[in-house]
């Protein structure tokens, strides 16, 4: 062999070790420091509308941890004031998922069949009356003849009604003054409505305002609401791999909060932009986890029958929610927390 040869020869192995050792760094540097698999190299995207609250823990830790990237998804994440308008981005075709309590649910769905619950993300109770001392109402009987604001289509409006009967005030007696969450406040503190029914952070915002100028009481009686993921069917039906991926996140959302509640509660302050009083003071108010259980469905089922007996929308066949409800996904992630009888 001659020297020429020898040195071609030299080359190419030397080139063939150099491809191997590059290709080996190049598979070590796409894995984390605990050797996790790579992130996919494409992203899924996901378009989610979630009201701008802890009450959407789930959903915001997840994003903050790198939690969806993890499962391949590429999540954008659109903050609201209140679930009925996350809920309206679904219907407007801006969003695949919204979050919203379980009476925006019952109370759209009649009228728009376009979504379904994919789990509950929270259980809540966190939504309060608050009154004005000045204008003379320390007792539900001095509510007659007053403005009670309020934001319709959302759980404000049943529990309201709940609050009524249970107080035998008649409905009629009192003037319910619509109003969008930061118009509520507004509203509210300026003494343009009596007495408003609202919650979390609507009523710290109030409170830390107004101070021992208001009274407030809670108005749901022990009954906590439900805070739910919801779908537009579409997303649903097109793409059920990518909604077990986004409940796998949750899931694992679910766990880190569980684990360390305080690093969590820390982690939505900075991202809610809201106070640690505030967080310290709410936080034993809310359930933070996912579930399908039977109580949910009989709430949406009571809430339907008052829904249909205020003449809020036209009388007509009772709805069966069961199927505005889609369980696979969590069941894959989590058949535990699916005791919904189906």
Same mark, same amino acid.
């Given at each position: 062999?001659?020297?020429?040869?020898?040195?071609?020869?030299?080359?190419?192995? !030397? @080139?063939?070790?150099? @491809?191997?050792?590059?290709?080996?760094?190049?598979?070590?540097?796409?894995?984390?420091?605990?050797?996790?698999?790579?992130?996919?190299?494409?992203?899924?995207?996901?378009?989610? !509308?979630?009201?701008?609250?802890?009450?959407s823990a789930l959903i915001w830790i997840a994003e903050q941890e790198g939690l969806f990237k993890k499962q391949g998804l590429n999540v954008q994440i659109t903050g609201f004031d209140s679930g009925i308008s996350s809920v309206n981005a679904i219907f407007a075709g801006t969003h695949d998922i919204a979050t919203a309590a379980d009476f925006v649910f019952a109370r759209t769905v009649p009228e728009n069949r376009t979504i379904k619950v994919m789990a509950s993300v929270a259980r809540s109770d966190s939504l309060e009356m608050l009154t004005h001392k000045d204008k003379g109402i320390s007792a539900p009987a001095q509510m007659k003849g007053k403005k009670?604001?309020?934001?319709?289509?959302?759980?404000?409006?049943?529990?309201?009604?709940?609050? $009524?009967?249970? +107080? =035998?005030?008649?409905?009629?007696?009192?003037?319910?003054?619509?109003?969008?969450?930061? =118009?509520?406040?507004?509203?509210?503190?300026?003494?343009?409505?009596?007495?408003?029914?609202? *919650?979390?952070?609507?009523? *710290?915002?109030?409170?830390?305002?107004?101070?021992?100028?208001? +009274?407030? *009481?809670?108005?749901?009686?022990?009954?906590?609401?439900?805070?739910?993921?919801?779908? /537009?069917?579409?997303?649903?039906?097109?793409?059920?791999?990518?909604?077990?991926?986004?409940?796998?996140?949750?899931?694992?959302?679910?766990?880190?909060?569980?684990?360390?509640?305080?690093? !969590? =509660?820390? =982690?939505?302050?900075?991202?809610?932009?809201?106070?640690?009083?505030?967080?310290?003071?709410?936080?034993?108010?809310?359930?933070?986890?996912?579930? $399908?259980?039977?109580?949910?469905?009989?709430?949406?089922?009571?809430?339907?029958?008052?829904?249909?007996?205020?003449?809020?929308?036209?009388?007509?066949?009772?709805?069966?929610?069961?199927?505005?409800?889609?369980?696979?996904?969590?069941?894959?992630? /989590?058949?535990?927390?699916?005791?919904?009888?189906?």
């Open positions: 062999m001659t020297f020429n040869s020898y040195l071609k020869l030299l080359c190419s192995g !030397a @080139m063939l070790f150099f @491809m191997l050792v590059t290709a080996q760094l190049v598979m070590f540097g796409c894995k984390d420091s605990i050797g996790q698999k790579a992130l996919p190299s494409t992203q899924e995207p996901i378009r989610i !509308a979630a009201y701008n609250s802890e009450m009670i604001g309020l934001t319709r289509k959302t759980a404000s409006e049943f529990f309201l009604n709940l609050y $009524l009967l249970y +107080n =035998q005030i008649d409905p009629k007696s009192i003037k319910i003054v619509d109003l969008p969450p930061a =118009q509520l406040i507004e509203a509210f503190i300026k003494g343009d409505v009596d007495a408003a029914i609202t *919650w979390e952070p609507n009523l *710290w915002k109030i409170k830390q305002k107004l101070a021992e100028k208001v +009274n407030s *009481w809670s108005v749901q009686s022990d009954q906590q609401f439900y805070f739910l993921l919801i779908g /537009s069917t579409s997303f649903i039906e097109k793409r059920p791999e990518a909604a077990q991926k986004l409940l796998q996140a949750l899931a694992q959302a679910e766990i880190l909060i569980k684990k360390n509640p305080a690093l !969590a =509660q820390k =982690q939505l302050v900075q991202k809610l932009a809201l106070e640690k009083p505030y967080m310290t003071s709410v936080w034993p108010k809310h359930v933070i986890g996912l579930s $399908l259980d039977q109580p949910l469905l009989v709430i949406l089922e009571d809430q339907a029958r008052w829904i249909r007996s205020s003449g809020i929308i036209p009388p007509g066949k009772p709805l069966n929610f069961l199927e505005y409800i889609y369980p696979n996904a969590l069941k894959a992630v /989590s058949a535990k927390n699916v005791t919904m009888m189906q």
